[in-house]
């Protein structure tokens, strides 16, 4: 049974940081790319930061230089490092993971950027 669990959501003061933490299982980790998507009230969901089995990452303009994707091929975690967030980071995150064939989701967690 696949399984994507997101934590490390929570309410920061615009600056702050965060770390996301996703657990995967289920599925032959390193042959997915890895994804973490964001989705507001209102709004489409977007692609935040992605990274692939060997390393390779990808990120919205919106986090370049603020966000870093990574991931762990032994223990199959997915984390976002999170700095200087901003209000207009508020949003639930949600990790992914694609292949060719297959596009799994998690449940997200909310990440909410107030003072």
């Known amino acids: 049974q696949v399984q994507l669990v997101e934590s490390g959501g929570g309410l920061v003061e615009p600056g702050g940081s965060l770390t996301l933490s996703c657990d995967a299982s289920?599925?032959?980790?390193?042959?997915?790319?890895m994804g973490w998507y964001r989705q507001a009230p209102g709004k489409q969901r977007e692609l935040v930061a992605s990274?692939?089995?060997?390393?390779?990452?990808n990120y919205a303009d919106s986090v370049k230089g603020r966000f870093t994707i990574s991931r762990d091929n032994v223990k199959n975690m997915l984390y976002l490092q999170m700095n200087s967030l901003k209000p207009e980071d508020s949003a639930r995150y949600y990790c992914?993971?694609?292949?060719?064939?297959?596009?799994?989701w998690g449940q997200g967690t909310q990440v909410t950027v107030s003072s």
């Open positions: 990274i692939s089995g060997t390393g390779s990452t």
């Open positions: 289920g599925f032959i980790y390193n042959n997915y790319r």
């Open positions: 992914n993971a694609e292949s060719s064939i297959y596009d799994y």
